[in-house]
C-alpha cells in the first residue's frame, strides 16, 4: 500500500491523454509530470486516489536521452505548453501512439500504427493568444494560467508566439499602468480588463487586438491606439464586451474602436475575413496540410456535392468548392456564418452556401428537400458528434465521411458507432497542429460498406 509522502524508485512505462508520464508502483497508476517514458527515477506520492496517485520526480536515475533543457523559463508553471523538457521526436511519438491506442481501445480498431504529420517548427507558430489580466503589487500584469487554476502565470516572452503579439500586450499592461486601469477581479466582479485577445494574420501580418472588458469603453482610448500603432501590423482594435461572471473569454458584443473590426489572410490560396469570434486554426503552416489532406482523401470532383458540418468562418468548405460541384456549411454561430458569406463572396466562390443551424437538424431538413450529399466533412469541438448529428449523418448516407477530430477520445467513441451502422474506417492520420503542448489532431476518412 502505497503511503502519501513516502519515496519510492519507479520506471516510467507510457504517457497519459494529458502527456503526463504513467508509472506503476505495488500495482497502483502513479502519474507524473514531466516525465519521459523509459526513465528510471524516485517518486514521491503527493496525492493518493482509490485507484491511481499522483506523484512528482524528486530525482532521475536513468536519464532518457530524449530530455532536453526547457527554452522557456516558466515552462514548469505555465499551463500553455506540456512538453517543453523533451525533443519534438518523442512527442511526435508519445502523440501518434495516444491516437492509436485511443482508436483502438474505445473505437474498437486494430491500427499497428498511426502516422504523423509532424510541423516544421515547434515555436513562433500561434497566430492568436488571450492573455489573462490580473493585479500584482498594484500593478496590471498578463501571461497564461497555471494549469487547472485561474492564477496568472506572468509570462514576458511566450515563445510559441510571433514577438509582435508579445508587443501588444507589453503596450497594452504600459497603457493600463500609465491610466491607473485595473485589471478585472474574478472573485469581487470588479475591475475592467479581463483579457487581452491578440490574432495575427500568418500571412497579411495583419493584427487585431480585441481588450475583452467588464464594462462598454475604457479611458483614454486614443492613447492605447496610439501604442499599439508603433507594433507592425496592427490593423484593428476591438473591445469585446464581457459583464458576465464566470470564466468565458468573449462575450456577445464588440464595439469597434479603430480599423474595420477584423482582419484578413491567406490559407490554401484563398483569402478569408477573421473577426474576434472566427473560428481559425491557430498553425496556418499545418491547417494547410491537414486541409490539403482532407480534401484527397475526400476524393472531390465537379460533379459532388460536399457538406461541411461545423464549418466555421467557411475555411474547409471554402478550400473543397476549388475542387467540388456544390458545397453547403452549417454552422451554429451567427457570425462565423456571416464571415463565411463573406470569405465565399470574396474569394468569388458562388458554389458555396452557408446554414446558420445545428448540425443535425440542418443535414435532415437538407435530407426533406432531396439533397443527399455525396461527401459530408465533419470538424467538431472537442466534445465531438451530437447523437443527432450521427444519426442524420447515417440516414443520408454520405458515399465518403471525413472526420477531423480534436480530440481522439470523443473521435474513437463516434467512429464506433458510425461502425454500427454501416462505415468502415480507411484512413488514420495524425496531425500536430500543437508543438509543445498535449493536443492533438486527427484526421479519418470513412466509407460505407458494402
Known amino acids: 500500500m502505497l503511503e502519501k509522502g513516502q519515496i519510492y524508485e519507479a520506471l516510467v512505462e507510457d504517457y497519459t491523454a494529458e502527456g503526463n508520464g504513467v508509472a506503476h508502483i505495488q500495482g497502483c497508476a502513479v502519474f507524473l509530470p514531466n516525465a519521459i517514458a523509459g526513465e528510471q527515477c524516485l517518486v514521491r506520492i503527493e496525492r493518493m486516489g482509490k485507484t491511481w496517485a499522483a506523484g512528482k520526480m524528486t530525482q532521475i536515475l536513468e536519464r532518457s536521452s530524449h530530455r532536453v533543457n526547457r527554452d522557456c523559463p516558466v515552462a514548469k508553471l505555465c499551463g500553455g505548453c506540456d512538453f517543453r523538457h523533451m ?221 461541411d458540418l461545423y464549418c466555421g468562418v467557411g475555411t474547409i468548405s471554402l478550400v473543397m468548392a476549388k475542387s467540388a460541384g456544390r458545397v453547403i456549411g452549417v454552422e451554429v454561430v451567427e457570425q462565423a456564418v456571416l464571415d463565411a458569406k463573406e470569405n465565399a463572396r470574396r474569394n468569388g466562390l458562388d458554389n458555396a452556401e452557408f446554414l446558420c443551424a445545428d448540425a443535425g437538424k440542418a443535414t435532415l431538413e437538407l435530407e426533406r428537400k432531396g439533397i443527399r450529399p455525396d461527401v459530408v466533412v465533419v470538424d467538431p469541438p472537442r466534445k465531438g458528434l451530437q447523437a443527432d448529428a450521427i444519426e442524420a449523418i447515417c440516414r443520408i448516407g454520405p458515399k465518403r465521411l471525413v472526420y477531423i477530430s480534436c480530440d481522439p477520445a470523443t473521435l474513437a467513441r463516434d467512429l464506433a458507432i458510425f461502425k454500427q451502422r454501416g462505415f468502415a474506417v480507411k484512413q488514420v492520420t495524425a496531425a500536430d497542429l500543437f508543438p509543445a503542448c498535449a493536443h492533438v489532431e486527427t484526421i479519418v476518412l470513412l466509407e460505407i460498406t458494402g
Open 87 to 307: 525533443d519534438y521526436q518523442e512527442e511526435l511519438r508519445l502523440k501518434a501512439e495516444r491516437v492509436r491506442q485511443t482508436l483502438n481501445r474505445i473505437g474498437g480498431e486494430s491500427l499497428e500504427t498511426v502516422p504523423i504529420l509532424g510541423a516544421p517548427r515547434r515555436n513562433g507558430y500561434r497566430n492568436k493568444a488571450q492573455y489573462p489580466v490580473t493585479m500584482e503589487k498594484g500593478k496590471a500584469v498578463a501571461g497564461f494560467f497555471r494549469s487547472g487554476t485561474h492564477e496568472v502565470i506572468v509570462t514576458p516572452r511566450c515563445v510559441l508566439l510571433p514577438k509582435e503579439m508579445d508587443q501588444v500586450k507589453e503596450l497594452v499592461l504600459e497603457y493600463m499602468n500609465r491610466e491607473g486601469v485595473c485589471a478585472y477581479d474574478e472573485a469581487a466582479q470588479t475591475g475592467l480588463v479581463r483579457h487581452i485577445y491578440v490574432r495575427r494574420g500568418a500571412v497579411s501580418g495583419e493584427i487585431l487586438v480585441c481588450l475583452v472588458v467588464n464594462g462598454r469603453k475604457i479611458p483614454r482610448s486614443g492613447e492605447l491606439i496610439r501604442r499599439l500603432k508603433t507594433v507592425k501590423g496592427f490593423t484593428t482594435l476591438v473591445l469585446g464586451v464581457n459583464t458576465k461572471a464566470g470564466n468565458s473569454v468573449l462575450g456577445e458584443e464588440f464595439i469597434t474602436l479603430v480599423g474595420p473590426g477584423y482582419i484578413e489572410d491567406t490559407l490554401c490560396g484563398l483569402n478569408f475575413r477573421l473577426s474576434p469570434k472566427s473560428f481559425y486554426q491557430v498553425n496556418h503552416h499545418q491547417a494547410q496540410r491537414l486541409y490539403d489532406l482532407a480534401i484527397h482523401q475526400a476524393e472531390i470532383g465537379k460533379k459532388d456535392t460536399v457538406l
